[in-house]
């Protein structure tokens, strides 16, 4: 992180909306930055300015806390042709993330601490926002054997995840829960059991019927949720579980919450705002006569897009807390693996920058508790106190919105290296227009820069 | 004649009833003059048609090659496991490399699903899909309401039992959205598991309202005082995917045999697609007696392929 080395003179961010749940705070105010902390909240118009001071007038927009997300695939090492931490940075400030956590599906995997201080050397040296790597369950992500948890733990991973494989043995799915359980770091199990279902394309329903598709019911993920629900219990284990994409995962999860279970759960902004429709390929609006651009692969994804009554289940269990968090789940790939059959098509769309827009302007969720859901959320489940919020003495990582503002997602703009969302030529609103990470700018949506005074 | 809506034919959906009724009556001009004269055309003369096939065919790939050719046009028959496919092309890549050869008309059978519009997303050619996974299977649909029109005359309010093997069915699908089209009643029969996990309370993802098509957990229920019979092919790797205790269990339960046969309105004609497995879904006496229509399939299958390449096909080059 280069960048957040810098030296920067004060700043008073002024008149903007500030959003921060970390301290309850909601209320229009002046937020102060010295070199790379936030120093002070002041009431609106109460701060001098000395020399040598600048002023960025928020009137009108909203300044958050920067977002963290639980769950990036960086693609760094081994697929460097579809991400790497240069280009997920540039997706995530344009999206308003300042701290992005590294999911272990790499090529070899994040299984040990050499792959780790890697990795954590390469970000140092190339992202311009935080980086926080998530270490593998098991070793090679295959399933048998568990990973060196607590020499992984000790290289600063975050949590533990197979991400993309589920850990499908109840044993080792146990193992991993006890084995970490003293070390507070979340294990993380993709929720998909595979025995149920092997071989699938979308959600099981209408659409895969009409498609001839190959679906995959909700029972597989919610069958494998409430498993690891139990062994979270039994064990004193710490459960996450990663894009709830159903309404019976939502409920299992709320009644294991309330039987105090350790368990927190996060939801994607595409499951929350986008339904199985949208893999018509036409923005979800369901044609009378399938044309050649039914079959969308940028609408593939694991878990897959859902129905309706999901998609109010997942805003029902965010808005009453059952869903702790938003993640992404940034899952950049190249044209190859996408300009393809649908069955032959990679999982996954990218996320970073389209996470707001879709999550406030397409779901419609009260923009508090999406902006408490991008920061609040993930810091405690990450247990880190020094991001996601504006606390006075914290990083300066801040995010400033402008709620009013459209935006046509397009290729040439996107900052990731790679297209592959459903969401191409569409026009969502709000926009993040500026990026801080530790006080520094690292995005400003307008070519002239930020918007100072 | 006929007005066409679309470039590619994918599915039926695409074509109007009147669509439907002005290709049956053009497939039965060839065929009546197919069967008067050593019938040659040249209305595609100049035309290319390529036949792209991953997947084994007999029926629907040598009917079109016939057809193709009856009608003048240069038919040049591509199977995947003797071209670049074997080493690896992707389709993207295979289809370009086809399109720029100059082909008027491309084709498809694949085992994917949406493999034909997503070519056609990519190819100046015109799209003919000749079965795609469990998608569609246009032409199949089209030759089928030929055939029981043939059969048993006018198709509005007749009712057809749909045997077998639905959920992994291209031929099911469209054959469901064609006879809707014309007016046909249609009943299922097939045990839960070859169901599309979404029927089991009532059929409601074509495009067609619930109560023209009924399911039924028996074939004696369906067969009941039907106008006609078409009886799918089972995949005998359904059995070890779990979906099926046995193939005997199968013939016995949803195998159409003669008792079956007699719940149906007398002289209802009986259909299947191809390829038989005979003895399982269809008995022997008949898939070969005299209810059966199966020939006559395979006869207007030619006809009904000229049909569609001529619509298709004549005003390209």
Redesign the interface.
């Known amino acids: 992180m280069t960048n957040v080395q810098k030296q920067t003179n004060p700043m008073v961010i002024r008149n903007g909306r500030v959003v921060d749940s970390s301290q309850g705070f909601d209320a229009t105010a002046d937020v102060v930055v010295i070199g790379n902390a936030v120093v002070s909240i002041e009431s609106p118009g109460t701060t001098t300015l000395s020399d040598g001071w600048t002023e960025f007038d928020a009137g009108g927009k909203i300044v958050a806390p920067g977002f963290v997300d639980l769950h990036t695939h960086l693609r760094t090492p081994g697929q460097e042709w579809k991400e790497e931490p240069k280009t997920a940075s540039d997706a995530a400030v344009r999206g308003g993330f300042t701290t992005i956590c590294a999911m272990p599906n790499t090529y070899p995997a994040q299984d040990n601490a050499s792959v780790v201080n890697a990795l954590m050397q390469l970000c140092e040296a190339e992202s311009s926002v935080r980086v926080r790597p998530i270490g593998a369950i098991t070793k090679s992500r295959e399933g048998q054997e568990l990973a060196p948890m607590r020499e992984l733990a000790d290289a600063g991973v975050v949590g533990f995840s197979d991400d993309g494989d589920p850990v499908m043995s109840p044993h080792l799915m146990r193992q991993a829960l006890a084995y970490s359980a003293d070390l507070g770091l979340p294990t993380i199990n993709h929720a998909e059991d595979r025995g149920l279902v092997s071989e699938w394309?979308m959600n099981?329903?209408?659409?895969?019927?009409?498609?001839?598709?190959?679906?995959l019911?909700n029972s597989a993920e919610s069958v494998m949720i409430a498993r690891d629900v139990i062994l979270a219990k039994i064990t004193n284990g710490r459960l996450h579980v990663p894009h709830v994409s159903t309404a019976e995962s939502v409920e299992i999860i709320r009644r294991a919450k309330s039987e105090g279970v350790n368990v927190t759960a996060e939801v994607t902004p595409h499951h929350l705002a986008i339904t199985e429709e949208w893999v018509y390929g036409e923005f979800g609006e369901v044609p009378?006569?399938?044309?050649?651009?039914?079959?969308d692969t940028n609408a593939k994804m694991a878990p897959p897009l859902r129905t309706e009554t999901d998609q109010q289940a997942l805003i029902d269990g965010l808005t009453d807390g059952t869903i702790d968090t938003i993640a992404t789940d940034h899952a950049p790939h190249a044209d190859?693996d996408k300009?393809?059959?649908?069955?032959?098509a990679a999982n996954g769309i990218i996320g970073l920058e389209t996470a707001l827009s879709l999550c406030v302007g397409v779901a419609n969720v009260d923009i508090a508790r999406v902006i408490d859901g991008l920061t609040v959320g993930p810091s405690s489940i990450l247990n880190d106190a020094s991001v996601g919020t504006l606390r006075p003495g914290t990083p300066a990582d801040i995010t400033i919105i402008d709620p009013d503002r459209e935006w046509q997602v397009s290729s040439h703009k996107l900052g990731s290296k790679s297209h592959n969302t459903p969401l191409l030529n569409y026009t969502v609103k709000p926009k993040v227009i500026a990026t801080f990470v530790g006080g520094v700018q690292v995005w400003a949506a307008d070519k002239n820069g930020m918007a100072y005074v | 004649m006929l007005v066409g809506s679309s470039k590619h034919l994918l599915d039926v959906d695409s074509l109007s009833s009147d669509q439907i009724r002005d290709l049956v009556e053009n497939a039965r001009e060839f065929r009546t003059l197919r069967a008067a004269t050593q019938f040659k055309s040249d209305i595609l003369r100049g035309i290319s048609i390529y036949t792209l096939f991953f997947e084994d065919s007999t029926r629907t790939r040598v009917s079109f090659e016939h057809a193709g050719k009856a009608l003048g046009a240069d038919v040049i028959n591509i199977s995947a496991s003797t071209s670049s496919v074997n080493k690896g092309e992707s389709l993207l890549n295979t289809s370009v490399t086809l399109d720029s050869m100059g082909v008027d008309a491309l084709v498809i059978r694949h085992p994917h699903s949406g493999a034909p519009h997503f070519v056609a997303q990519h190819v100046n050619a015109t799209v003919i899909n000749a079965g795609d996974g469990a998608h569609a299977h246009p032409t199949q649909a089209l030759l089928d309401v030929m055939t029981l029109e043939e059969a048993i005359g006018n198709l509005h309010g007749a009712k057809l039992a749909l045997i077998g093997d639905i959920r992994y069915s291209r031929v099911a699908r469209s054959d469901i959205i064609a006879f809707r089209k014309m007016g046909v009643e249609i009943a299922i029969a097939a045990p839960a598991t070859l169901l599309p996990n979404d029927w089991t309370h009532g059929v409601n993802s074509l495009g067609v309202a619930n109560s023209d098509v009924t399911v039924h957990g028996s074939v004696e229920d369906a067969v009941r005082d039907a106008d006609a019979i078409m009886c799918l092919r089972l995949q005998l790797e359904r059995q070890s995917a779990g979906l099926l205790p046995d193939v005997n269990e199968y013939s016995r339960v949803w195998g159409m045999n003669s008792q079956r046969l007699a719940l149906a309105k007398p002289d209802a004609p009986v259909m299947h697609p191809g390829p038989m497995n005979e003895g399982l879904e269809i008995s022997t006496d008949i898939a070969h007696g005299g209810r059966s229509v199966i020939t006559d399939q395979v006869q207007n299958g030619v006809a009904m392929r000229m049909a569609v390449l001529e619509h298709f096909c004549a005003t390209l080059g």
């Open positions: 394309d099981e329903g209408a659409v895969a019927t009409r498609l001839g598709l190959r679906g019911p009378a006569v399938l044309n050649e651009h039914a079959y190859t300009v393809c059959t649908f069955t032959e």
